[in-house]
């Protein structure tokens, strides 16, 4: 990566800062805020990394970055919403809520297989394209697949009796389970050993930033479907490096490959407790190899380091790291310390 980039003369930021937030949405907020203020001060969007220890961090950053309005890229990992675990479990909300299409009817239907999938889902949207549910009945399947096509249906008609009369929150966590979405996440998880999938007591992280991004509609379904199909779009078009500003994008990536790397202006999001030391750091050995990726997280800034930490995270409690308390980031001069 080039580092070339160097600040102003004439910038003024403070060396070192420290900041406590209540949750991940009101760090994304914030970091993104100051983000915007560096840019409009005249420092490149290629100058300023922010650091996360899990990829699914970048949900939060995601969102307030593109409503910030600049340019980022996220390294190592496609953006929260266009994962295909994310989608995995958003394309059974997409049905439900009868805003789905050929392609989101067939990776609900697909995952987990049930021997249904992409030839199955374009008969039904031939049959019926304003919403390919309906055009299930008219797709040919063999007696083998009738099953698997009679339990998919009748799991989709019960939460659509659901919808206008249970929160978002609780259908994702039910449609999670019942459908099959969270156990096959649950397979997944601990296959990217930097990235953990789980929070540590065996729930999935997906369905419960999923979970959570929706609690924020109430019981209107389709408003949320409507809003994380925004996500994709604002967040896809923000993240995009084939236009004129590839070259002033904000970098986001995890600490891990963050090593060797340098920028002049540094964000470290999410110095936690369950995050950095990760809740999954049970072992002597394993907190002090969280406690070696904190100090490289924190060695990356060349002019200017950000730390903040948050209350909870995931709706769980939190708390500021002990690393950070480790590196004097709570007793030193220079330190600016922001609660909020």
Same mark, same amino acid.
């Given at each position: 990566?080039?580092?070339?980039?160097? $600040?102003?003369?004439?910038?003024? #930021?403070?060396?070192? &800062?420290?900041?406590?937030?209540?949750?991940?949405?009101?760090?994304?907020?914030?970091?993104?805020?100051?983000?915007?203020?560096?840019?409009?001060?005249?420092?490149? *969007?290629?100058? #300023?990394?922010?650091?996360? =220890?899990?990829?699914?961090?970048? =949900?939060?950053?995601?969102?307030?970055? /593109?409503?910030?309005?600049?340019?980022?890229?996220?390294?190592?990992?496609?953006?929260?919403?266009?994962?295909?675990?994310?989608?995995?479990?958003?394309?059974?909300?997409?049905?439900?809520?009868?805003?789905?299409?050929?392609?989101? @009817?067939?990776?609900?239907?697909?995952?987990?297989? =049930?021997?249904? *999938?992409?030839?199955?889902?374009?008969?039904?949207?031939? +049959? %019926?394209?304003?919403?390919?549910?309906? *055009? $299930?009945? /008219?797709?040919?399947?063999?007696?083998?697949?009738?099953?698997?096509?009679?339990?998919?249906?009748?799991?989709?008609?019960?939460?659509?009796?659901?919808?206008?009369?249970?929160?978002? #929150?609780?259908?994702?966590?039910?449609?999670?389970?019942?459908?099959?979405?969270?156990?096959?996440?649950?397979?997944?998880?601990?296959?990217? %050993?930097?990235?953990?999938? &789980?929070?540590?007591?065996?729930?999935?992280?997906?369905?419960?930033?999923?979970?959570?991004?929706? +609690?924020?509609?109430?019981?209107?379904? *389709?408003?949320?479907?409507?809003?994380?199909?925004?996500?994709?779009?604002?967040? /896809?078009?923000?993240?995009?490096?084939?236009?004129?500003?590839?070259?002033?994008?904000?970098?986001? $990536?995890?600490?891990?490959?963050?090593?060797?790397?340098?920028?002049?202006?540094?964000?470290?999001?999410?110095?936690?407790?369950? @995050?950095?030391?990760?809740?999954?750091?049970? &072992?002597?050995?394993?907190?002090?190899?969280?406690?070696?990726?904190?100090?490289?997280?924190?060695?990356?800034?060349?002019?200017?380091?950000?730390?903040?930490?948050? %209350?909870?995270?995931?709706?769980?409690?939190?708390? #500021?790291?002990?690393?950070?308390?480790? /590196?004097?980031?709570?007793?030193?001069?220079?330190?600016?310390?922001?609660?909020?």
């Amino acid at each position: 990566m080039d580092t070339t980039e160097t $600040l102003s003369p004439d910038t003024v #930021i403070p060396p070192l &800062t420290f900041a406590h937030y209540a949750d991940e949405e009101q760090e994304g907020d914030a970091i993104a805020t100051q983000i915007r203020a560096l840019r409009d001060a005249g420092v490149p *969007g290629a100058s #300023i990394a922010v650091l996360v =220890r899990t990829n699914r961090q970048t =949900r939060a950053l995601e969102s307030a970055f /593109a409503r910030a309005g600049f340019t980022f890229r996220i390294i190592g990992s496609p953006s929260f919403w266009a994962r295909y675990q994310t989608q995995a479990l958003t394309a059974y909300l997409r049905v439900i809520a009868g805003k789905a299409d050929e392609k989101v @009817l067939t990776t609900a239907l697909s995952t987990p297989a =049930r021997f249904l *999938g992409s030839a199955v889902a374009r008969q039904a949207a031939a +049959a %019926s394209p304003s919403d390919p549910f309906f *055009g $299930l009945k /008219a797709a040919r399947i063999s007696r083998r697949q009738q099953a698997n096509m009679d339990a998919f249906m009748a799991l989709i008609r019960k939460y659509r009796t659901m919808v206008g009369n249970t929160p978002v #929150i609780q259908i994702v966590r039910e449609i999670a389970e019942e459908s099959g979405v969270a156990a096959w996440l649950r397979d997944q998880a601990g296959e990217d %050993s930097e990235t953990p999938e &789980t929070n540590g007591d065996g729930s999935v992280s997906v369905v419960e930033d999923v979970a959570l991004a929706g +609690a924020q509609f109430g019981d209107d379904l *389709g408003a949320f479907v409507e809003w994380f199909a925004a996500q994709e779009a604002i967040t /896809a078009k923000a993240s995009d490096l084939r236009g004129e500003n590839t070259d002033d994008a904000v970098t986001i $990536l995890s600490v891990h490959r963050s090593k060797g790397l340098e920028w002049p202006v540094v964000f470290v999001a999410g110095m936690s407790e369950g @995050l950095m030391p990760h809740a999954l750091a049970e &072992t002597p050995e394993d907190v002090e190899e969280e406690r070696r990726m904190a100090y490289v997280a924190m060695t990356r800034a060349e002019d200017a380091l950000f730390v903040s930490s948050t %209350s909870t995270y995931a709706g769980k409690p939190a708390g #500021i790291s002990p690393f950070v308390m480790e /590196a004097g980031l709570l007793s030193e001069d220079e330190v600016e310390v922001v609660e909020f």
